[in-house]
């Protein structure tokens, strides 16, 4: 953390990630690379979402997702922009995404990384010009080196992350990541093409006053999360809900507040996934001094057993997570 404290607000992120490189662990400069070619992912998507309008690039594609989703055209260019940027950078092996069923095998078997991607979060809100983001993990393989890598390299489970972050592509494009020592945005500045040092060593409020679900699925929520919900109203508590984890998420990470996807009826695992949604949000919240949980245990302690996963998540202020853990 004194390595980010170190670095001063207005410095590009490339500059910074050249300052940290040292705090990793295990440096030699392929995680540092890695970054950048996520932001240069970023950017690009960046560039596609703000002229969406314009090139009638929005609306439905007409497939559906693994999950049987509608597709949206923004979803599909997101996803193959950045697993483009991911192979041409050459350090990852292997992908999964959101947008795909299984592994996607860069070629580049030599790399020591493997990356899990949502490319465009929100799907519900592409069309509308309401926030939406990118969502990334990154682990270190466990399968030798040079091989294919397998499903276990992105099944080690949310504590084994080696970074995770996401773009918010809001009122302002934000990057905020973690390497597992402290977290740090930069907002984008289109002038430059760059994202640059807005918000060093974030630390969530301990307790917060938003408290964001949506209040269609209340009547099949458990009753814990009722009586929750319930004593939130009574203290006049702020309901903010966009819809847009990543920025439902990002406001409550600074303002403090609680997230709640719990299991329904539609989805009695919860909706959300665990391997590029639950994981990387977790690590970053934890790491900003907040908490995440599925309800029964610590997300990043949760084992996952297939890509697609999903889960249900209460993330947030810490005080306000035990709450309501306090009444299960
Ligand atoms: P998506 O991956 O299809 O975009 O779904 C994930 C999104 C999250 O961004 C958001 O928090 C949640 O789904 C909203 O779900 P709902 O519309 O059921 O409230
Ligand atoms: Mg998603």
Known sequence: IDQHIAVPVGVTLDRYIMHNQNAFSFATGELSQLLRDIALAGKIINREINRAGLIDITGGFGTNNVQGEAQQ???VVANIRFIRALINGGEVCGIISEE???IIHTGNNQSKYVVAIDPLDGSSNIDVNVSIGTIFSIYRRV??????PTIEDFLQGGDKQVAAG???YGSSTILVY??????AGFTYDFSLGEFILSHANIRSPQDGKIFSYNEGNYNSYESFVREYLIECRKRSYSARYIGSLVGDFHRNLLKGGIYLYPPTSKDPKGKLRLLYECFPLAMIAEQAGAKATNGFQRILEVEPESL??????YIGAETMVNELMNLI
């Open 143 to 148: 399968s030798p080196l040079g091989e294919k």
């Open 308 to 313: 697609h996963q999903r889960a249900p998540l």
């Open 100 to 102: 795909e069923d299984d």
């Open 178 to 183: 973690t390497t597992g020592n402290g977290v």
């Open 166 to 168: 996401y773009i918010l």
């Open 73 to 75: 055209k923004l979803d």
